[in-house]
Protein backbone atom coordinates (compact mmCIF):
# COMPACT_ATOMS: atom_id res chain seq x y z
CA UNK A 1 0.00 0.00 0.00
CA UNK A 2 1.34 3.56 -1.12
CA UNK A 3 1.56 6.68 1.24
CA UNK A 4 -1.29 8.32 -0.45
CA UNK A 5 -3.57 4.75 0.05
CA UNK A 6 -2.71 4.84 3.93
CA UNK A 7 -3.02 8.87 4.30
CA UNK A 8 -6.83 8.07 2.20
CA UNK A 9 -7.39 4.96 4.83
CA UNK A 10 -6.50 6.96 7.38
CA UNK A 11 -8.41 9.77 7.16
CA UNK A 12 -11.88 7.64 6.58
CA UNK A 13 -11.01 6.28 10.12
CA UNK A 14 -10.98 9.79 11.08
CA UNK A 15 -13.82 10.45 9.34
CA UNK A 16 -15.54 7.58 11.31
CA UNK A 17 -14.91 8.67 14.66
CA UNK A 18 -16.74 10.73 16.40
CA UNK A 19 -14.88 13.91 17.86
CA UNK A 20 -15.24 14.38 21.22
CA UNK A 21 -12.87 14.54 25.01
CA UNK A 22 -12.70 11.08 24.91
CA UNK A 23 -11.38 10.24 21.08
CA UNK A 24 -8.50 13.55 21.22
CA UNK A 25 -5.44 11.60 21.55
CA UNK A 26 -6.66 8.73 19.45
CA UNK A 27 -7.17 11.11 16.19
CA UNK A 28 -4.12 13.36 17.30
CA UNK A 29 -2.10 10.13 16.95
CA UNK A 30 -3.48 9.68 13.79
CA UNK A 31 -2.83 13.22 12.57
CA UNK A 32 0.75 12.26 13.45
CA UNK A 33 1.19 9.35 10.95
CA UNK A 34 -0.90 11.37 8.20
CA UNK A 35 1.79 14.08 8.78
CA UNK A 36 4.71 11.93 8.87
CA UNK A 37 3.32 10.01 5.32
CA UNK A 38 2.62 13.73 3.76
CA UNK A 39 6.42 14.32 4.62
CA UNK A 40 7.10 11.22 2.97
CA UNK A 41 5.59 12.24 0.02
CA UNK A 42 7.17 15.87 0.13
CA UNK A 43 10.66 14.42 -0.09
CA UNK A 44 12.19 15.26 -3.36
CA UNK A 45 14.67 12.64 -4.91
CA UNK A 46 17.82 14.53 -6.56
CA UNK A 47 17.59 11.48 -9.01
CA UNK A 48 13.79 12.67 -10.13
CA UNK A 49 13.54 15.51 -12.91
CA UNK A 50 12.50 19.15 -11.72
CA UNK A 51 9.13 20.50 -12.84
CA UNK A 52 9.73 22.45 -15.87
CA UNK A 53 8.66 25.67 -15.85
CA UNK A 54 8.63 26.16 -12.14
CA UNK A 55 12.46 26.93 -11.52
CA UNK A 56 12.08 30.51 -11.54
CA UNK A 57 15.29 32.85 -9.88
CA UNK A 58 14.51 34.62 -7.33
CA UNK A 59 14.93 38.35 -7.95
CA UNK A 60 14.14 41.37 -6.10
CA UNK A 61 13.55 42.71 -2.31
CA UNK A 62 10.71 39.89 -2.06
CA UNK A 63 8.61 37.56 -3.53
CA UNK A 64 4.97 36.86 -4.04
CA UNK A 65 2.83 33.98 -5.45
CA UNK A 66 -0.40 34.21 -6.98
CA UNK A 67 -2.08 31.11 -6.17
CA UNK A 68 -5.88 29.64 -6.65
CA UNK A 69 -7.82 27.63 -9.00
CA UNK A 70 -8.18 28.31 -12.86
CA UNK A 71 -9.60 31.58 -14.44
CA UNK A 72 -9.85 33.72 -11.11
CA UNK A 73 -7.80 36.34 -12.55
CA UNK A 74 -3.93 35.69 -11.84
CA UNK A 75 -2.73 36.14 -14.84
CA UNK A 76 -4.51 39.72 -15.38
CA UNK A 77 -3.25 40.60 -12.15
CA UNK A 78 0.42 39.72 -13.13
CA UNK A 79 -0.45 41.85 -16.56
CA UNK A 80 -1.68 44.50 -14.84
CA UNK A 81 0.54 45.41 -11.99
CA UNK A 82 3.73 44.67 -14.23
CA UNK A 83 5.40 45.00 -17.30
CA UNK A 84 4.63 41.15 -17.85
CA UNK A 85 2.18 39.80 -20.65
CA UNK A 86 1.23 36.59 -18.81
CA UNK A 87 -1.26 34.78 -21.24
CA UNK A 88 -4.51 35.60 -20.16
CA UNK A 89 -8.50 33.63 -21.24
CA UNK A 90 -11.09 32.51 -19.98
CA UNK A 91 -10.34 28.95 -20.58
CA UNK A 92 -8.75 26.99 -17.81
CA UNK A 93 -5.53 26.46 -17.34
CA UNK A 94 -3.98 29.10 -19.54
CA UNK A 95 -1.19 29.47 -17.70
CA UNK A 96 1.29 26.24 -17.62
CA UNK A 97 4.60 27.60 -16.18
CA UNK A 98 5.46 29.60 -13.06
CA UNK A 99 5.42 33.27 -14.87
CA UNK A 100 7.50 35.99 -13.06
CA UNK A 101 7.01 39.91 -13.25
CA UNK A 102 8.89 42.61 -11.64
CA UNK A 103 6.71 44.98 -9.54
CA UNK A 104 8.31 48.46 -8.19
CA UNK A 105 6.12 49.83 -5.16
CA UNK A 106 7.36 52.78 -2.92
CA UNK A 107 11.30 51.91 -4.54
CA UNK A 108 10.91 48.74 -3.49
CA UNK A 109 11.45 46.08 -6.69
CA UNK A 110 9.00 42.79 -5.95
CA UNK A 111 8.78 39.81 -7.72
CA UNK A 112 5.59 38.90 -8.34
CA UNK A 113 5.06 35.05 -9.72
CA UNK A 114 2.39 33.70 -11.45
CA UNK A 115 1.71 30.15 -10.59
CA UNK A 116 -0.78 27.64 -12.77
CA UNK A 117 -4.05 27.01 -11.57
CA UNK A 118 -4.27 24.15 -9.03
CA UNK A 119 -7.13 21.77 -8.58
CA UNK A 120 -8.65 19.57 -5.99
CA UNK A 121 -5.65 16.87 -4.04
CA UNK A 122 -2.80 19.13 -6.02
CA UNK A 123 -1.34 18.71 -2.99
CA UNK A 124 -0.80 14.72 -4.33
CA UNK A 125 0.40 15.59 -7.46
CA UNK A 126 -2.70 16.17 -9.68
CA UNK A 127 -2.48 18.61 -12.36
CA UNK A 128 1.09 19.11 -11.67
CA UNK A 129 -0.45 20.55 -8.35
CA UNK A 130 2.62 19.40 -6.05
CA UNK A 131 5.28 21.90 -7.47
CA UNK A 132 2.52 24.59 -8.03
CA UNK A 133 2.20 24.56 -4.16
CA UNK A 134 5.64 23.50 -2.94
CA UNK A 135 6.94 26.48 -5.21
CA UNK A 136 4.28 28.95 -3.19
CA UNK A 137 6.87 27.53 -0.61
CA UNK A 138 9.69 30.03 -1.49
CA UNK A 139 7.16 33.68 -1.71
CA UNK A 140 7.29 36.12 1.44
CA UNK A 141 3.68 36.39 0.67
CA UNK A 142 0.69 34.52 -0.38
CA UNK A 143 -1.67 36.23 -2.59
CA UNK A 144 -4.42 34.06 -2.44
CA UNK A 145 -6.95 35.02 -5.27
CA UNK A 146 -10.56 34.07 -5.60
CA UNK A 147 -13.58 34.10 -7.64
CA UNK A 148 -15.93 36.50 -6.13
CA UNK A 149 -18.89 34.99 -7.96
CA UNK A 150 -18.29 31.51 -7.30
CA UNK A 151 -18.79 29.01 -3.90
CA UNK A 152 -17.14 30.10 -0.97
CA UNK A 153 -15.76 26.67 -0.82
CA UNK A 154 -12.56 27.39 -2.85
CA UNK A 155 -10.91 29.43 -0.40
CA UNK A 156 -10.83 26.07 2.23
CA UNK A 157 -10.25 23.70 -0.27
CA UNK A 158 -7.42 25.88 -1.55
CA UNK A 159 -6.24 26.38 2.55
CA UNK A 160 -5.93 22.89 2.64
CA UNK A 161 -3.60 22.14 -0.24
CA UNK A 162 -1.72 24.27 1.39
CA UNK A 163 -1.78 22.94 4.64
CA UNK A 164 -0.70 19.66 3.01
CA UNK A 165 2.91 20.73 2.12
CA UNK A 166 3.71 22.32 5.14
CA UNK A 167 2.10 26.03 4.56
CA UNK A 168 0.96 27.77 7.49
CA UNK A 169 -1.01 30.59 6.44
CA UNK A 170 -1.11 34.33 8.71
CA UNK A 171 0.36 31.82 11.69
CA UNK A 172 3.35 32.11 13.95
CA UNK A 173 5.07 29.59 14.44
CA UNK A 174 4.25 27.82 18.04
CA UNK A 175 6.61 28.87 20.85
CA UNK A 176 7.96 25.40 21.74
CA UNK A 177 11.52 23.95 22.28
CA UNK A 178 11.75 20.54 21.21
CA UNK A 179 15.47 18.81 20.47
CA UNK A 180 16.35 15.62 19.89
CA UNK A 181 18.52 14.16 22.25
CA UNK A 182 21.31 11.06 22.55
CA UNK A 183 20.37 9.86 25.73
CA UNK A 184 18.14 10.32 29.13
CA UNK A 185 15.28 9.47 27.32
CA UNK A 186 11.79 12.12 26.85
CA UNK A 187 11.82 15.17 29.05
CA UNK A 188 8.74 16.68 29.10
CA UNK A 189 7.64 20.04 30.47
CA UNK A 190 4.45 23.13 30.05
CA UNK A 191 5.24 26.32 31.45
CA UNK A 192 1.49 26.97 30.93
CA UNK A 193 -1.64 24.79 31.67
CA UNK A 194 -2.23 22.67 28.49
CA UNK A 195 -5.77 22.46 27.12
CA UNK A 196 -5.05 19.49 24.85
CA UNK A 197 -1.70 18.50 25.18
CA UNK A 198 -0.52 16.34 27.90
CA UNK A 199 2.32 14.36 28.56
CA UNK A 200 1.21 11.11 27.79
CA UNK A 201 -0.21 11.87 23.91
CA UNK A 202 3.62 13.38 23.51
CA UNK A 203 5.45 10.36 24.72
CA UNK A 204 3.26 7.96 22.28
CA UNK A 205 3.79 10.91 19.53
CA UNK A 206 7.61 10.81 19.41
CA UNK A 207 7.54 6.77 19.79
CA UNK A 208 5.92 6.48 16.92
CA UNK A 209 8.10 8.64 15.17
CA UNK A 210 10.97 6.50 16.67
CA UNK A 211 12.27 9.43 19.12
CA UNK A 212 13.25 8.29 22.03
CA UNK A 213 15.22 10.62 23.70
CA UNK A 214 14.20 14.55 23.51
CA UNK A 215 13.77 17.64 25.31
CA UNK A 216 10.32 18.81 24.71
CA UNK A 217 9.46 22.70 26.23
CA UNK A 218 5.89 24.16 25.84
CA UNK A 219 5.55 27.75 26.46
CA UNK A 220 2.18 28.78 25.31
CA UNK A 221 -1.47 26.47 24.87
CA UNK A 222 -1.41 25.14 21.94
CA UNK A 223 -2.65 22.40 20.19
CA UNK A 224 -1.63 18.80 19.03
CA UNK A 225 -2.02 19.93 15.52
CA UNK A 226 0.87 22.58 16.40
CA UNK A 227 3.09 20.08 18.03
CA UNK A 228 3.08 18.00 15.36
CA UNK A 229 4.19 20.52 13.05
CA UNK A 230 7.21 21.03 15.73
CA UNK A 231 8.41 17.50 15.48
CA UNK A 232 7.85 16.86 11.72
CA UNK A 233 9.51 20.11 11.29
CA UNK A 234 9.76 21.83 7.83
CA UNK A 235 7.02 23.80 8.29
CA UNK A 236 6.89 27.67 6.80
CA UNK A 237 4.72 30.10 8.11
CA UNK A 238 3.51 32.66 5.54
CA UNK A 239 0.91 35.96 5.68
CA UNK A 240 -1.84 35.15 3.12
CA UNK A 241 -3.81 38.42 1.59
CA UNK A 242 -7.45 36.83 0.48
CA UNK A 243 -8.18 38.24 -2.99
CA UNK A 244 -11.63 38.10 -4.46
CA UNK A 245 -11.95 39.23 -8.24
CA UNK A 246 -15.27 39.77 -10.48
CA UNK A 247 -16.81 42.00 -7.72
CA UNK A 248 -18.94 43.79 -10.60
CA UNK A 249 -20.07 40.83 -10.93
CA UNK A 250 -21.58 40.68 -7.58
CA UNK A 251 -24.37 42.91 -5.57
CA UNK A 252 -23.25 45.30 -3.02
CA UNK A 253 -24.28 43.47 -0.06
CA UNK A 254 -22.35 40.42 -1.02
CA UNK A 255 -19.13 42.60 -1.55
CA UNK A 256 -19.65 44.41 2.04
CA UNK A 257 -19.94 40.80 3.70
CA UNK A 258 -16.84 39.34 1.72
CA UNK A 259 -15.05 42.95 2.77
CA UNK A 260 -15.39 42.18 6.63
CA UNK A 261 -13.64 39.15 6.30
CA UNK A 262 -10.14 38.92 8.05
CA UNK A 263 -6.90 39.03 5.76
CA UNK A 264 -9.21 40.02 2.79
CA UNK A 265 -9.37 42.46 -0.18
CA UNK A 266 -12.21 42.56 -2.59
CA UNK A 267 -10.91 43.85 -6.22
CA UNK A 268 -12.63 43.95 -9.63
CA UNK A 269 -9.00 43.99 -11.72
CA UNK A 270 -10.97 44.64 -15.46
CA UNK A 271 -12.82 47.18 -14.12
CA UNK A 272 -9.78 48.95 -11.72
CA UNK A 273 -11.98 48.69 -8.54
CA UNK A 274 -10.05 48.91 -4.90
CA UNK A 275 -6.59 48.48 -7.10
CA UNK A 276 -4.67 51.07 -5.21
CA UNK A 277 -6.14 49.25 -1.80
CA UNK A 278 -4.89 45.98 -3.04
CA UNK A 279 -0.85 47.60 -3.88
CA UNK A 280 -0.85 49.41 -0.54
CA UNK A 281 -1.88 46.45 1.41
CA UNK A 282 0.21 44.16 0.32
CA UNK A 283 3.39 46.51 1.08
CA UNK A 284 2.19 46.04 4.22
CA UNK A 285 1.66 42.58 4.35
CA UNK A 286 5.49 42.07 3.31
CA UNK A 287 6.88 44.27 6.26
CA UNK A 288 9.02 45.68 4.03
CA UNK A 289 10.46 49.03 5.06
CA UNK A 290 12.59 52.05 3.60
CA UNK A 291 15.83 53.73 5.06
CA UNK A 292 17.44 56.68 3.22
CA UNK A 293 20.68 57.71 3.54
CA UNK A 294 23.01 60.47 3.57
CA UNK A 295 26.45 61.91 3.64
CA UNK A 296 28.36 64.66 6.31
CA UNK A 297 27.31 67.88 5.19
CA UNK A 298 24.99 66.94 2.48
CA UNK A 299 21.21 66.25 2.06
CA UNK A 300 19.36 62.93 2.36
CA UNK A 301 19.18 60.91 -0.83
CA UNK A 302 15.56 60.55 -1.32
CA UNK A 303 16.01 59.07 -5.12
CA UNK A 304 16.40 55.62 -3.85
CA UNK A 305 16.07 54.02 -0.69
CA UNK A 306 17.33 51.06 0.98
CA UNK A 307 14.63 48.58 1.16
CA UNK A 308 14.77 46.67 4.53
CA UNK A 309 12.48 44.07 6.94
CA UNK A 310 10.50 45.27 9.36
CA UNK A 311 12.64 45.37 12.32
CA UNK A 312 15.44 45.90 10.70
CA UNK A 313 18.96 47.77 12.85
CA UNK A 314 21.67 50.01 11.86
CA UNK A 315 23.28 46.75 11.14
CA UNK A 316 21.15 45.21 8.72
CA UNK A 317 21.57 49.37 6.88
CA UNK A 318 25.48 48.39 7.09
CA UNK A 319 25.35 45.11 5.16
CA UNK A 320 22.54 46.74 2.71
CA UNK A 321 24.94 49.52 1.96
CA UNK A 322 28.21 47.07 1.71
CA UNK A 323 29.60 44.06 3.77
CA UNK A 324 32.95 45.81 4.98
CA UNK A 325 31.28 49.18 6.30
CA UNK A 326 31.06 47.50 9.81
CA UNK A 327 34.84 46.87 9.91
CA UNK A 328 35.02 51.20 10.14
CA UNK A 329 31.22 51.55 11.90
CA UNK A 330 32.07 53.92 14.67
CA UNK A 331 28.16 55.13 15.19
CA UNK A 332 25.12 56.56 13.33
CA UNK A 333 22.91 59.69 13.20
CA UNK A 334 19.39 58.85 12.77
CA UNK A 335 16.49 61.21 12.02
CA UNK A 336 13.10 59.74 12.04
CA UNK A 337 10.29 57.73 14.15
CA UNK A 338 12.72 55.56 15.70
CA UNK A 339 14.86 58.22 16.97
CA UNK A 340 14.16 60.14 20.51
CA UNK A 341 15.70 63.40 18.85
CA UNK A 342 17.08 64.34 15.86
CA UNK A 343 19.52 63.71 15.09
CA UNK A 344 20.27 60.62 17.47
CA UNK A 345 23.35 58.71 18.01
CA UNK A 346 22.63 55.22 17.91
CA UNK A 347 24.59 52.00 17.29
CA UNK A 348 24.71 48.60 15.43
CA UNK A 349 20.97 47.36 17.50
CA UNK A 350 19.24 50.62 17.09
CA UNK A 351 15.96 49.17 15.76
CA UNK A 352 14.91 51.71 12.38
CA UNK A 353 11.38 52.62 11.29
CA UNK A 354 10.04 53.34 7.81
CA UNK A 355 11.32 56.84 6.05
CA UNK A 356 14.46 56.88 8.63
CA UNK A 357 17.47 58.88 7.37
CA UNK A 358 20.98 57.29 8.32
CA UNK A 359 24.12 58.80 8.11
CA UNK A 360 26.94 56.69 8.77
CA UNK A 361 29.94 58.14 10.63
CA UNK A 362 33.46 56.09 10.12
CA UNK A 363 36.18 55.63 12.82
Not at 24 to 32: D, F, P, Q, V
Not at 155 to 169: D, N, Q, T, Y
Not at 299 to 319: K, M, Q
Request: glycine share 8%; with cysteine; net charge positive.
Amino acid sequence: MGALEKIAEIEREMARTQKNKATEYHLGLLKGKIARLRAELLEVKSSGPKGEGFDVKRSGDARVALIGFPSVGKSTLLSTMTETKSAVSSVDFTTLAATPGRWEYNGAIIQLLDLPGILEGASQGIGRGKQVVSTARTADLIVMMLDATKSHLQRPLLEKELEAVGIRLNRRPPNIYFKVKTGGGISYNAIVKQSVLNEKFVYNLLHQYRIFNAEVLVREDVTIDDFIDVVVGGRIHLPCLYVYNKIDAITIEEVDKIAREDHTIVVSIEKDLNMDTLKHTIWEYLSLLRVYTKRHGEFPDFSEGLILRTGATVEDACRAIHKTLLDSFKYALVWGKSAKHNPQRAGLTHPLSNDDVIEIVRK
